[in-house]
């Protein structure tokens, strides 16, 4: 049996633990906040002095310019310009001559128009940077979306986080953030990242018991991509068999999908499977009269060859079976609230009904499922880890 000084030291030394604990508690969630913060902050700097480059910029400056010029020539020929200005002649030349494809847009207006499609839907997207160009050029109001999405989906993992006491996994939701695509996909001119806040947005309010604000959320960002009306939908039925929300999740997916038919028709979209036959198999110089018949061996090598290119080249699927991996060994699922439940297995259903439906390979389409499957699994385990402390020390 130990002496009375022994206990005596052996209890000072425990009080010494737990005042040191509780004055590094808050210091550890102003760490964590700032080191997400500087990310950002970094993320937006890179953004501003080296944006990227890619062909899609051409596509989207043309829908924004369409309303206002009726010659389909002239469309191209400003719509080309307005790129040329905003990239290094380096990068021009890359995007206009490295491929077959690329040279017969830049030369061909009655070509590139047929594209316009496939961008055309995208219409919140478009609208925005429309209003935006009332200030600057098409070209620096798309890059200007994607910035300020950048410093609003910091701001809304800051408050995700804060609302669950979560501030000291700042940096583990920054490497989240890196391995998910978001820095690739904020350089690029693309809705990736715009239609990423209003899918984050959703999450968070789903999680605080708003549904409506959910189910508008979930409408911005149909109405950013409509290829997400396919997560909407998985989303409404795992709404609907669980409970949780499940009138405004069905309200959100009737409209959604009500507006991808009109959508669809009248933005001249050329349908489901030219999409595929030209994302997957080749960059047809034009799409008109273009009908590749339906083929389910074309199918399927486009699912090989898009899983193949996302292991070599892409990380989206390695970090969802991380995720997949982290939830089955370290998340006790009887703990976790319900709504974290139905929305973590509808983002998961989600991924993989849309692969099946569209193999994109690339991870910027799915950086918004990943970053919301993260931020349940890492504050579910950050609260399990709390909770098992305070067993612990109430057992010390």
Known sequence: MSNPAQRLLEQSFLFCFKTANALYRPVRQWIGALVLVVFIAMTTAVVHVFPGSNWDMFAYT?????????????????????????????????????????????????????????????????ETARLLTGFMDPVQALRLISKASILAIGGLLLVWMARNQALACGLPVAVLLTLSGFTEAAQLVTPDLYCTVFLLLAAMSYLEKLDWLAAVSLLCAFLVRPDHLAFIGVFFVFAAIYGPGRWWMTGCFALCFSLYVWLTKGANHPGWWVHMWFSHIEFVPTLEGFNPPFSITAYVQMLVRATVRSLMGETWLAVLIAQVLFFAKLIRVTEMAERNRVLLYAVFASICAKYLVFPHYETRFYVPYLIIMGMILLISWHKQSQSDSLVGAGRT
């Open 62 to 126: 043309a829908s924004v310019l369409e309303p206002s010029i009726d010659d389909t020539s002239e469309l191209h020929r400003q719509s080309y310009d307005f790129v040329e200005k905003n990239v290094s002649p380096g990068e021009y030349l890359i995007l206009t001559q490295d491929r077959d494809y690329r040279i017969h847009q830049a030369e061909n207006p009655d070509a590139f128009m047929t594209m316009l499609g496939f961008y055309r839907l995208k219409i919140l997207y478009i």
